[in-house]
């Protein structure tokens, strides 16, 4: 699941941030649910959020342990539209679904994939943000940019272990030898030291790779990625006020281009994925 920018001032974005640890009394701390139904919110005037703040660049706690990424970034967008103040809720990411279902926030922004199993607990918005897999190989390597070139018995394809990118390998390139590795980094360095043909990932940990060991990899010039998914925000069950607005916010950010203006900032990419028609 899961990233370089400046940090999150709330008191220049015009919002309150409330960083929490998983505890009925920090949770409480943090601001109270009241139910507010036209709104669609818990607390009239605050839009109270879960997240998982540890998957760099997409939402992370910087180096003044501040909320950072791509996700705080959209969301003091949303904050500011709404005309709402912004309090965000750090919890391990088992137990967002949970405080969702319980009002301890208004919604969950971690990247979720709106699953048939999350859709009978929980509702989901239209997707916000893409992840596409991609293929890395060494910066050097000029063979033919197909999937059949690397699907062979000669060549070895990594990823990392229990990963997504894992189980797309297998899928994609049957014949070919896959090594697995505990961590990311791992799996690449194989590839920029030739031990190994590519690295199955996803775009933007290619990209924080190259910016930390540049003219090492590359991403394979495929005729298309390897696999293009969406992550939406949940909402509770029902909330379709919420959702509507939510909704209208999001098809409005990617109809103006500032949703992709903020994907390539905060993921380091050059071009952000197509999004899902419907606006």
């Given at each position: 699941m899961v990233k370089s920018m400046k940090p999150w001032s709330v008191a220049r974005r015009g919002a309150i941030a409330c960083v929490a640890v998983v505890s009925a009394l920090s949770l409480a701390a943090c601001g109270k649910s009241g139910g507010d139904g036209g709104s669609g919110l818990n607390e009239s005037g605050t839009l109270t959020v879960g997240m998982n703040l540890q998957f760099k660049p997409e939402m992370y706690l910087d180096s003044a342990n501040q909320p950072a990424g791509?996700?705080?970034?959209?969301?003091?967008?949303?904050?500011k539209e709404l005309n709402v103040k912004l309090v965000i809720k750090?919890?391990?990411?088992?137990?967002?679904?949970?405080g969702l279902q319980s009002k301890k926030f208004d919604l969950v922004s971690v990247g979720l994939t709106a699953t048939d199993a999350r859709k009978k607990v929980v509702d989901f918005t239209r997707a916000y943000v893409p992840y596409t897999s991609v293929?890395?190989?060494?910066?050097s390597d000029d063979s033919p940019a197909q999937v059949a070139t690397y699907?062979?018995?000669?060549?070895?394809?990594?990823?990392?272990?229990?990963?997504?990118?894992?189980q797309l390998a297998k899928k994609t390139f049957p014949n070919a030898k896959l090594q697995t590795y505990s961590d990311q980094n791992s799996a690449l360095l194989q590839v920029a030291t030739g031990r190994a043909n590519g690295?199955?990932?996803?775009d933007y940990i290619l990209a924080q790779y190259q910016k930390s060991n540049p003219n090492q990899l590359k991403k394979a010039a495929l005729p298309k990625p390897l696999d293009l998914s969406y992550g939406a925000w949940a909402v509770q069950k029902g909330n379709s006020t919420l959702a509507g607005k939510l909704n209208t916010f999001?098809?409005?950010?990617?109809?103006?281009?500032?949703?992709?203006a903020l994907y390539k900032k905060d993921f380091g990419v050059t071009d952000a994925p197509v999004m899902p028609a419907g606006c």
């Open positions: 791509y996700d705080v970034d959209l969301l003091n967008k949303l904050a750090n919890l391990d990411f088992n137990g967002l679904i949970p293929l890395a190989v060494r910066q699907n062979t018995s000669g060549k070895i394809i990594t990823a990392l272990q229990g990963s997504t990118g894992e690295s199955v990932l996803e999001l098809c409005k950010a990617q109809t103006d281009g500032s949703l992709a």
